[in-house]
């Protein structure tokens, strides 16, 4: 059993409890079954109790972005969960505001109550479409990633979101095949640019951009903030739809910073539109953090990274 600080879980249970609302209501108004969506905690600097409260009030998905600090945190949170009781296997119809215990110091995991939406349906295409359930949580691995990582992060991560170049779509498959696992991937597009135009006020001019919630602070492929061009997202789909070993989910995304997100948000809904034409499966589609879900559901992400909405504000982050 972990304890956990009985003020922290109500934080957790409280700030829970308002995404989840700010989800349904922006599905609502853009005409979408809540349902459908699933929320990714962004769990980077956090320590690994509160992946577990987390766990305890229903959320099943949760994304680090550095291989150093998600190891040891994943290896922890499976011993917990081990020693508590099976999470149930079916939750119950959607209902943002069920679930929402009242917070005590010890966790327990006997799987959200009657009415917790988490995990929706929606979560198939980060476990692979599996029928049969997988270990919960789900990991996600969301940060640029380099080659000589990629075998470390295969041996946890359910999916890898970050995928933006040949090479690395290359040595996860091979690490993925020599250790007969199967890593979901996501292409990672990059949306700083508008045809051949920059688009402004990004990473070169807000140096704070490495300690969002999902960022790399490496050089990308097509701009600052990682990612392949739209361009060129068809060849490298075809790649990892061959690999052995992986799976082609679908995209991945960051909105520009210092403009309105939805029009980035949209060019990605085209891209991802045009890679269901040629892989009807690859349906996932990652937008929207904790600034900008309602613009990202609005243009049809199906999996939202949220992190300082859930957590609070992460400070002393490099």
Not at 5 to 19: K, Q
Not at 79 to 98: D, F, H, I, Q
Not at 201 to 229: H, I, L, M, Q
Not at 255 to 278: C, H, K, N
Request: net charge positive; glycine share 8%.
């Amino acid at each position: 059993m972990s304890v956990v600080d009985p003020r922290r879980a109500e934080g957790l249970r409280s700030r829970l409890t308002v995404v989840r609302d700010r989800i349904v209501m922006a599905a609502r108004a853009a005409g979408r079954d809540p349902e459908d969506l699933t929320l990714i905690a962004v769990s980077k600097t956090w320590p690994f109790e509160d992946v577990v409260a987390l766990c305890s009030l229903g959320v099943r998905h949760f994304a680090e972005n550095r291989e150093q600090e998600a190891g040891p945190k994943v290896e922890a949170v499976r011993r917990v969960l081990a020693t508590l009781p099976a999470l149930s296997a079916a939750p119950g119809p959607g209902n943002a505001g069920a679930g929402n215990r009242p917070p005590t110091g010890r966790i327990t995991l006997a799987g959200p109550p009657d009415g917790a939406w988490f995990p929706s349906r929606a979560d198939g295409l980060a476990t692979l479409g599996s029928a049969v359930r997988v270990d919960v949580p789900v990991w996600h691995y969301v940060g640029q990633l380099q080659r000589n990582k990629a075998r470390s992060v295969a041996g946890w991560a359910h999916c890898v979101q970050s995928v933006d170049r040949v090479r690395l779509a290359e040595t996860l498959s091979r690490v993925a095949t020599e250790s007969g696992s199967t890593i979901a991937v996501c292409i990672q597009v990059s949306l700083d640019r508008v045809g051949d135009v920059a688009v402004p006020s990004v990473a070169t001019v807000d140096k704070a951009f490495p300690t969002r919630e999902n960022s790399a602070a490496s050089p990308p492929v097509a701009a600052e903030r990682g990612g392949a061009r739209p361009e060129d997202v068809p060849a490298l789909a075809e790649l990892v739809a061959r690999a052995p070993g992986l799976v082609l989910a679908g995209v991945m995304a960051v909105a520009p910073r210092g403009v309105p997100p939805r029009p980035a948000f949209a060019r990605l809904r085209v891209v991802s539109e045009r890679l269901r034409g040629d892989f009807p499966e690859a349906t996932m589609v990652s937008a929207g953090m904790s600034s900008d879900l309602e613009d990202a559901i609005a243009e049809g992400a199906t999996h939202l990274r949220i992190g300082t909405a859930l957590f609070g504000e992460r400070h002393g982050v490099p």
